[in-house]
């Protein structure tokens, strides 16, 4: 008969997280911990009460617990119960082994990945030719920050574009930054970061968060069938932008194109979410990453690649896409049609970033 796992203390978040998992994949589990009444308790299959594990009798009821129920393995989130257990588990309880590792190495290796981060980005700067005036860096900590909390945010924005994205803004004039196509707000969160740290301008969200909008025509259909919920994701997004947002922030639920006419006859947008937000109506970084039909891709580029500084960067997402070439088309032909205008372009975590020529006024 399969052993058994035993939860200890049981109601911590992380304990909760691994409850749902080990049940998914059919363990045997049981939970515990020291208090008269866990509320935790209705939610483990089995229950069983331990003292705390300063108790004199700690050791020796845990062993009668792992003998009654046949434990071989024990998940613990507590850093003051797994190092106690981890330094005397086989010697006091044969044949049980700790199943996460040290709860403190895990939650801090996260801000390692992020610190790492923020110091390559310093020691590794990318070579972004071109005219115009070049920002210093804003701190390893500050692009740490970012990194981590960008990192929370569900989404398709990888690290290298983040990379670049750190790198470009020090290389913009000032001006509204604009994102056409949002969904969770990864991108977003980290537009929106660098262009406060960078002091360029305000955030404007273009996407119809629409499940009409969604549809793609990607050429084996595989992204058009992915169940999703458009009402879902703006909520979502607004959960992840709200706490930073401080006015500099705003949306507009609208396809591209329409808030394209609406942005050009008002600079000034209004949420019950974000409050009101004003723009200036020059483009300072502007990111493509909505629809990838070539048609729709097309559009986007055609209603707002006009309103972009001298100076001033397009991207375009999924240059490089595995699912069809509408991004990467509609960019060459940008390319092609604007050479003499542009001043450095270069492909970089699937997305194509674009300079343009000359220093706004
Ligand atoms: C790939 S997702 C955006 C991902 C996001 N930029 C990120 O990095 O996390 C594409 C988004 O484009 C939006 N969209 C679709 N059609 C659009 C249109 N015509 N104008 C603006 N956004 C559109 C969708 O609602 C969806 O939120």
């Not at 403190?104 to 992020?114: F, M, Q, T």
């Amino acid at each position: 008969m399969a052993k058994s796992v035993l939860i200890f203390p049981a109601g911590m978040p992380r304990s909760m997280a691994y409850l749902e998992r080990a049940l998914s994949e059919g363990k045997s589990v049981i939970g515990s911990s020291s208090l008269g009444h866990d509320p935790a308790r209705e939610h483990y299959p089995k229950w069983v009460h331990l003292p705390y594990v300063t108790a004199p009798d700690f050791d020796e009821e845990l062993r009668q617990v792992i003998a009654d129920f046949d434990i071989d393995g024990i998940f613990t989130p507590n850093p003051v119960v797994w190092d106690y257990l981890n330094r005397g588990i086989a010697e006091s309880f044969p044949g049980v082994t700790l199943i996460n590792p040290s709860p403190v190495a895990s939650e801090v290796a996260p801000y390692h990945k992020a610190l790492q981060f923020g110091a390559s980005v310093l020691s590794e700067p990318l070579a972004v030719a071109g005219a115009g005036e070049t920002r210093p860096s804003v701190s390893a900590l500050e692009i740490a920050a970012l990194f981590h909390h960008a990192d929370s945010i569900p989404g398709m924005c990888d690290h290298e574009k983040i990379r670049a994205l750190c790198e470009l803004f020090r290389h913009a004039p000032a001006g509204d930054v604009v994102e056409i196509g949002s969904w969770w707000g990864k991108s977003a969160f980290v537009l929106m970061r660098l262009a406060s740290c960078y002091n360029i301008g305000n955030l404007l969200c273009a996407d119809p968060w629409s499940n009409e909008h969604l549809i793609q025509n990607d050429e084996k259909g595989l992204v058009d069938r992915v169940s999703v919920n458009a009402d879902e994701a703006l909520t979502v997004f607004q959960l992840n932008l709200l706490p930073y947002a401080h006015g500099s922030v705003n949306y507009m639920r609208r396809p591209s194109v329409d808030a394209a006419v609406e942005y050009r006859r008002s600079q000034q947008v209004a949420t019950a979410a974000f409050g009101e937000t004003h723009y200036t109506g020059r483009i300072a970084v502007l990111h493509v990453d909505g629809n990838h039909s070539y048609d729709s891709v097309r559009a986007d580029v055609l209603a707002w690649a006009d309103l972009v500084l001298p100076g001033g960067w397009i991207i375009i997402d999924d240059y490089i896409w595995p699912y069809g070439d509408g991004p990467q088309r509609v960019a060459d032909e940008f390319l092609r049609n604007q050479l003499p205008t542009i001043d450095c372009a270069f492909v970089m975590g699937g997305a194509l970033f674009i300079k343009l020529d000359g220093v706004a006024d």
